[in-house]
């Protein structure tokens, strides 16, 4: 079987690393990936910040559930250099000089988590779907969150807190 010569081996290596800015929760962010690189590994791997959590990593479940420019995304299914000079908002993010966002005032009040695990996710969810603004009844809410999964079911507490919070505004 014949070999590949050494000029046809060395274009074959694997891709350069793509650089890529973001404003993270208000912080200019430059990093280098992969091309392959998904936003939520970008975050998770390679930026340390761990809010938002991987669940199915096939965008099923919204515990990856991010805001971009103010929508909510699943971070598992978008590539990084897709969202190059973004405005990524992560539940760090959403507080303010040490004060709780709202929503996440919404969901202690309403006790709307239990593991605690998809509460990231469900929370960016919240705000995004409030920012859209086309939810007005309970059924509505729990209709446009049902791609962000609760394995606890605290699903009427979660409908409970984003009712507060867009009662509210």
């Known amino acids: 079987m014949a070999q590949p010569n050494a000029a046809a081996q060395s274009s074959i290596g694997s891709p350069s690393k793509i650089s890529v800015e973001l404003?993270?929760?208000g912080v200019?962010?430059?990093?280098?990936?992969?091309?392959w690189t998904t936003l939520l590994d970008a975050l998770r791997e390679?930026?340390?910040?761990?809010?938002?959590?991987?669940?199915c990593d096939h965008g099923q479940c919204g515990a990856c559930t991010v805001l971009v420019d103010g929508r909510r995304i699943n971070s598992c299914?978008?590539?990084a250099v897709m969202k190059d000079g973004a405005r990524?908002?992560?539940i760090e993010g959403l507080a303010t000089d040490g004060?709780?966002?709202p929503m996440q005032q919404a969901f202690i009040d309403h006790d709307a988590f239990q593991c605690g695990y998809c509460t990231p996710g469900q929370i960016?969810?919240?705000v995004g779907l409030i920012a859209e603004g086309k939810a007005k009844t309970a059924e509505e809410i729990r209709e446009m969150m049902s791609g962000n999964i609760c394995r606890c079911a605290a699903y009427?507490?979660?409908v409970s807190a984003i009712q507060q919070v867009m009662g509210a505004s």
């Open 88 to 90: 990524v908002t992560m």
């Open 99 to 101: 004060v709780l966002h």
């Open 46 to 55: 390679h930026l340390d910040l761990t809010g938002t959590k991987k669940g």
């Open 156 to 158: 009427p507490n979660i």
């Open 77 to 79: 299914l978008t590539l």
């Open 124 to 126: 960016c969810s919240a």
């Open 23 to 25: 404003i993270i929760n």
């Open 28 to 35: 200019e962010t430059k990093l280098d990936v992969a091309p």
